[in-house]
T-cell receptor
């Protein structure tokens, strides 16, 4: 089945220790998104890739970076995680050819910062 | 400012009962509206999608309605099941394409 896969599902890191979250997709979608979702809050868009073009949200901290080496994979790098970065991180994909901009979400990675 | 507000914030119902969740939005111009179901610890899954010209859309026991004049949408769940326990998120997509999420309604279905 075509899908969006996130690894790991649960990640524990120490304060200040860099961490990388992974997202892969078999949908062949050209747009990939990273969202941060804190407890009982709506997902917050961090950035997205339109093909190879990186689009950062204005309020995304510099601590968050992203890489997209190819169509299928996208990574979220947190350079120096703080306690406030503990959250669920959701990856989503869409195709620019879909006029409804429907986004397909992965299962998420739950990040804990100790 | 584009906003999406959902009510109630949380809801507890007995298995087999019906319930209705509300969504009010101020997004303009408007492209389409979606309802997502998000199980605890999982990503959101799309339930229904409606354009401004559609009034109702069903997906099994889930029925969404849309009134584009009053900018209100509702999600009606019929004959609730324990597996319906989740957060339900109303998402409005303006013509610019960036998703605007509501805060969600947490539904708990009890036996």
């Amino acid at each position: 089945d075509a899908m969006v896969i996130q690894n790991p599902r649960y990640q524990v890191t120490q304060f200040g220790k860099p961490v990388t979250l992974s997202c892969s997709q078999t949908l062949n979608h050209n747009v990939m998104y990273w969202y941060q979702q804190k407890s009982s809050q709506a997902p917050k868009l961090l950035f997205h890739y339109y093909d190879k073009d990186f689009n950062n949200e204005a309020d995304t901290p510099d601590n968050f970076q992203s890489r997209r080496p190819n169509t299928s994979f996208c990574f979220l790098d947190i350079r120096s995680p703080g306690l406030g970065d503990a959250a669920m991180y959701l990856c989503a994909t869409s195709t620019s050819g879909n006029r409804w901009n429907e986004q397909f979400f992965g299962p998420g990675t739950r990040l804990t910062v100790l | 400012k584009n906003q999406v507000e959902q009510s109630p914030q949380s809801l507890i119902i007995l298995e087999g009962k019906n319930c209705t969740l509300q969504c009010n939005y101020t997004v303009s111009p408007f492209s389409n509206l979606r309802w997502y179901k998000q199980d605890t610890g999982r990503g959101p899954v799309s339930l229904t999608i409606m354009t401004f010209s559609e009034n109702t859309k069903s997906n099994g026991r889930y029925t969404a309605t849309l009134d584009a004049d009053t900018k209100q949408s509702s999600l009606h769940i019929t004959a609730s099941q324990l597996s319906d326990s989740a957060s339900y998120i109303c998402v409005v997509i303006p013509s610019t394409g960036k998703l605007i999420f509501g805060q969600g309604t947490t539904l708990q279905v009890k036996p």
